[in-house]
């Protein structure tokens, strides 16, 4: 294998006194920082040299669904209708006109009230819509944002499945120019739905199990697979599930990041996750001090100048691929050592983001024990798959909703408190196995990345 010791991003090389940086610690006040700023335009650096023959995997490794377009029956829409304005007639509520807007597993059924209607006659209506439309639950949305319209999400009799192929392969995840684009799926108007990580910056992923929280997790990774090179991003998975995310050690050399004394890959011992949590802190502080040297704010604009070769590495800099931090079950790790984990967390989520640090927690257990304040007051966007009381609904969400579900990858994504239902994209194991397996074969690093010795 060709050597390319010289081309690896090496977190672990915490800057020392022979490259000009004292330790850094946030708590110091940060007035030791050695690093000269290079004003000279240096040779250009590419974040790629060493894998430049990597080939991203082909959009023919993910599985295509027969009959996957959403629709529903004439037959199918004129019932539903005629039973949503038989019970708005029990209470008096006149309807004016009645649009659906068909989505791969729900129906928005927009509805145009007579004028004087109080909407507060419409929000308690959820059950007997159900109840008449002999389905296990409906949402209502009073009113539609930015329209004088109600909405009534209704499942449709055949949903459809929303195949990761569809989203990797339309246009808008193509040209999309996010840092960390994530595709989660499709909304109910059957648009695909891209957010950037870099921006969220941190994600909340709950619900029941078997609701969809670990399709979800796959989709997110394999989107972000898909759309950077091995040098720009790296993984840290967290399962307790010692076979749930196994797929990915196939990738450890191109896209994963452990500690340098750790085995596995795919983190599984709650110890080895503290370790793991800790020595990102010790990461993000170097990145820091990095930024700080060089005057700068965000790690795009530090990576922006140093590939460009305004920052010298002879002075210490290096090139900073984006980390992101996938933790599953999280429930189980917190239950056994609250504190050890919370504290690494919260440390994390308050200030990784800018050095481009992002987590991703996931959990089947939507209780306050689990999601505690502290996890909501860093967590601003959140994902709720199906729970099975209102009250988890509000602990994941802070409200009503998730309790309203279907099931089997119906979602709802929280961001700055908008509330957008979607159908999450599927992708099977053995779509995964294909993924790894391609990238597996081509020229790889040496090792994973190696993270921070704890001291």
Not at 19 to 25: L, Q, T, V, W
Not at 221 to 240: G, N
Not at 353 to 377: D, M, Q, S, Y
């Amino acid at each position: 294998m060709k050597n390319i010791e010289s081309s690896i991003i090496k977190s672990s090389e915490v800057v020392g006194e022979n490259m000009g940086i004292e330790s850094f610690n946030e708590n110091e006040g940060n007035d030791n920082i050695k690093i000269p700023i290079q004003e000279s335009i240096i040779e250009a650096y590419n974040p790629r040299k060493g894998l430049e023959e990597y080939n991203f995997p082909t959009i023919d490794l993910l599985q295509t669904y027969e009959d996957d377009e959403p629709s529903i029956s004439m037959e199918e829409f004129n019932d539903k209708r005629n039973s949503i304005i038989w019970v708005f007639g029990l209470l008096g509520i006149k309807v004016c006109s009645i649009n659906a807007t068909v989505g791969p597993t729900v129906t928005l059924y927009e509805i145009t009230p007579a004028p004087g209607v109080r909407i507060s006659k419409i929000k308690g209506l959820e059950d007997d819509i159900a109840l008449n439309l002999k389905i296990p639950g409906v949402r209502i949305i009073t009113p539609i944002p930015g329209k004088g319209t109600i909405g009534i999400e209704v499942p449709n009799i055949e949903p459809k499945i929303v195949s990761m192929k569809s989203i990797v392969a339309s246009k808008e995840f193509q040209e999309s120019t996010y840092e960390l684009p994530v595709a989660f799926g499709k909304t109910i108007s059957n648009e695909v739905f891209i957010v950037d990580l870099a921006n969220l910056p941190h994600l909340l992923v709950a619900g029941a199990t078997g609701q969809g929280k670990t399709v979800c997790l796959n989709a997110i990774i394999t989107s972000l697979i898909y759309k950077k090179h091995p040098a720009e991003l790296k993984f840290v998975i967290i399962a307790p599930n010692k076979v749930e995310f196994n797929v990915y050690s196939k990738i450890e050399k191109y896209f994963l990041a452990k500690l340098s004394d750790t085995e596995d890959a795919i983190i599984t011992d709650q110890t080895k996750a503290i370790q793991t949590l800790n020595s990102l802190c010790m990461e993000m502080n170097s990145r820091y001090a990095l930024l700080k040297a060089a005057h700068l704010r965000s790690i795009k604009e530090y990576n922006q100048k140093f590939i460009s070769g305004q920052l010298n590495p002879e002075n210490g800099y290096k090139y900073m691929p984006y980390i992101v931090t996938v933790i599953d079950e999280f429930g189980d790790f917190i239950m056994a050592a609250s504190k050890d984990m919370e504290l690494p967390i919260s440390h994390l989520a308050q200030m990784g983001h800018a050095v481009g640090i992002h987590l991703i927690i996931a959990t089947k257990r939507p209780t306050a024990h689990i999601i505690t304040r502290t996890i909501k007051a860093n967590f601003h966007s959140r994902i709720a798959f199906r729970v099975s009381s209102l009250i988890d609904s509000r602990t994941i969400i802070d409200r009503p909703g998730a309790n309203q579900l279907i099931g089997k990858g119906d979602m709802l994504f929280l961001q700055d408190g908008t509330l957008v239902r979607l159908q999450c994209a599927f992708v099977d194991f053995p779509e995964l196995e294909k993924i790894t397996q391609y990238i597996a074969k081509q020229q790889g690093y040496a090792t994973a990345l190696c993270l921070p010795e704890i001291s």
